[in-house]
């Protein structure tokens, strides 16, 4: 594949690669509307990136597809040091809905590691403001924006620790909507004027179509086998379900609905259901 960045782009990955060899890792959060070029731009990033720190960039080895976490963690655990790693819609992990305890805990695994091997991380997302803002301010280095297809700028983050807006986002948004509609020049101009952490901006490339197109597979293939095995932990947790209940009730008649649902932590609805549908033989 030939790489398509331009110097700006360059002087950004060599940048992320001088973090590396100071033991630091990097986190970068790509973000952009659907079919903007996230992919594309972190492909040919991290290809830059591992050509010129001595590490290898495949397809289906460092783009991490898929939501599932303990591949996610699996994948990570056996990366040499110093990889360059994409996680194509791993970003769900991140998802500030999902900021609950036992999944903060999974998280700060997933960074643990990150940090122990000085991994290079790309996190493609639509909405950087999807991600809970504790991790956004404090573990994600630099912000990638494709404001336009075709050109994209970065926001790197406040080096102050108290910062509650350390990307300036609210005002970054509110000076994109107000300036949407003008040329990109002069969009760019009022976000450099108004924006202390604005760091550069350039050009975004598309990847070479048979290039593409492959990646498109694996997604496709990863995706896909992703969902059926959803499916197939669904249908394993009714059978197992329906067997629990199914014990409960033989074992005492009288018992009450609510009483079983109560014991095997789901829902009356659905003892009912399965105990009138006459799925207890």
């Known amino acids: 594949m030939k790489l398509m960045l331009t110097e700006k782009s360059k002087a950004f990955c060599d940048a992320l690669i001088k973090r590396q060899n100071k033991d630091l890792d990097a986190v970068i959060g790509v973000t952009g509307f659907e079919g903007s070029g996230k992919s594309s731009l972190s492909i040919q990033f991290a290809k830059y990136i591992a050509k010129h720190n001595g590490t290898k960039f495949t397809l289906d080895k460092n783009i991490i597809y898929g939501d599932d976490y303990e591949k996610v963690i699996r994948t990570l655990k056996t990366m040499p ?19 609950n ?33 504790f991790y956004l301010n404090h573990r994600i280095l630099a912000m990638i924006q494709i404001f336009a297809r075709g050109y994209y700028y970065v926001l790197g ?27 990109k020049s002069h969009l760019i101009s009022i976000l450099k004027r108004n924006l202390p952490n604005f760091l550069f901006w350039s050009r975004v490339y598309n990847l070479d179509p048979e290039y593409y197109a492959k990646y498109n597979e694996l997604k496709e293939k990863y995706t896909i086998k992703n969902e059926s095995d959803e499916v197939e932990k ?42 009138t549908e006459g799925k207890i033989k």
């Open 81 to 99: 040091p110093k990889s360059v790693i994409i996680l194509d819609e791993a970003i769900s992990l991140l998802y500030k809905r999902n900021s």
């Open 101 to 133: 305890t036992k999944n903060q805990k999974k998280i700060n695994i997933l960074f643990s590691i990150i940090r122990q091997k000085n991994y290079i991380i790309f996190l493609n997302i639509p909405n950087i403001t999807d991600i809970d803002s």
């Open 157 to 183: 983050a406040s080096p102050n620790p108290y910062a509650e807006d350390k990307f300036n986002i609210k005002i970054a948004s509110q000076l994109y909507d107000e300036n949407m509609f003008t040329d």
């Open 234 to 275: 669904e249908n394993k947790k009714d059978v197992m379900l329906v067997k629990a209940i199914t014990e409960l009730y033989k074992s005492n008649p009288k018992m009450t609905y609510g009483r079983i649902a109560t014991i095997l932590g789901t829902t009356k609805y659905k003892v009912k259901k399965i105990i």
